[in-house]
């Protein structure tokens, strides 16, 4: 099955190998798969899969090869989740949704998802998804440390665990003119301070650092 426009399947059974992608940079090939669908065989994904339900029980490659970025999404808005038995390779593309209960090894993005099988993260970010069942997370997060004082941004990589990994602190920028109050991150759309002693890493994150003005000299 060659996909290079819209596909829907909502029942009904692939035995034979998919590829779902575009040679035309400027549009999406989308493909969905929902319902009691079931696909057999392996999938590689250089476009958009909409996962809204079914079953893929083939190794699926997403992101992979020349064509383009692959992206494992939401097709509208309330629909179900498909579960995909088989591996997921994760190459340069973005997985949002869906339950993997397979092997996944990401070099790309994840963003949403259950995933209860292996997990390897291979150089890539990882913002979301539920690794609580997973049965093992393995590989490297990098977090970022923004100054936001006009110098450039550092780096710290850490391992990857269900526990999560602490960070050991910067040294502290300076900006003229303000006082350094600390590195700060989103939590849940709010800037929370990160504890050094007892905050541990468990996402692909970036810390910024938080200024006060200096008050003004006594004339």
């Avoid at 090869?65 to 340069?92: L, P, R």
């Avoid at 850490?158 to 920028?173: F, R």
């Avoid at 989103?186 to 008050?215: C, G, I």
Wanted: hydrophobic fraction near 25%; include cysteine.
């Amino acid at each position: 099955v060659y996909n290079d426009g819209r596909f829907t399947m909502s029942g009904g059974i692939i035995e034979a190998g998919c590829t779902i992608f575009s040679l035309d940079s400027t549009g999406r090939t989308k493909f969905t798969i929902s319902g009691s669908a079931e696909i057999k065989a392996e999938i590689t994904n250089c476009c958009t899969l909409y996962a809204d339900g079914g079953d893929i029980r083939g190794a699926v490659k997403n992101g992979h090869g020349e064509y383009g970025m692959g992206e494992i999404t939401d097709g509208s808005a309330g629909a179900g989740a498909t579960t995909f038995q088989g591996s997921v390779e994760n190459v340069k593309g973005t997985i949002e949704k869906g339950n993997f209960k397979g092997s996944v090894t990401n070099s790309g993005t994840i963003t949403g998802g259950t995933f209860t099988g292996t997990v390897t993260n291979t150089g890539g970010s990882i913002t979301g998804g539920d690794f609580s069942q997973a049965t093992s997370l393995s590989g490297n997060l990098t977090v970022t440390f923004d100054p936001d004082n006009g110098d450039e941004t550092s780096t710290q990589t850490v391992a990857w665990t269900k526990d999560g990994t602490v960070l050991t602190a910067p040294t502290a920028p300076t900006r003229e003119g303000y006082r350094f109050g600390g590195w700060y991150y989103d939590n849940n759309d709010s800037k929370t301070e990160w504890n050094f002693d007892t905050d541990k890493v468990t996402r692909t994150m970036t810390l910024k650092a938080k200024w006060t003005a200096n008050p003004p000299a006594p004339s």
